[in-house]
């Protein structure tokens, strides 16, 4: 997931804060999976603070 400034392959390493006030996956509900491809995974997505739904992709890193 590439919210904020994540620099991190572990989604879980994705969740802190780089800047007070900067977004971060703690911020989002996950509401459903839109689709799958061969590069990642698309989700809609809902902002805890507003409710603004959206949708976040996420690539799958590829290691050759």
């Given at each position: 997931?590439?919210?904020?400034?994540?620099t991190s392959l572990n989604s879980q390493d994705c969740c802190?804060?780089?800047k007070p006030g900067a977004t971060a996956l703690d911020d989002f509900e996950v509401l459903s999976t839109?689709?799958?491809?061969?590069y990642?995974?698309?989700k809609k997505i809902k902002?805890?603070?507003?409710g603004k739904v959206s949708y976040m992709i996420h690539?799958?890193?590829t290691v050759k």
């Amino acid at each position: 997931y590439l919210l904020g400034s994540c620099t991190s392959l572990n989604s879980q390493d994705c969740c802190y804060r780089s800047k007070p006030g900067a977004t971060a996956l703690d911020d989002f509900e996950v509401l459903s999976t839109i689709g799958t491809g061969s590069y990642g995974t698309c989700k809609k997505i809902k902002r805890k603070k507003d409710g603004k739904v959206s949708y976040m992709i996420h690539v799958t890193p590829t290691v050759k």
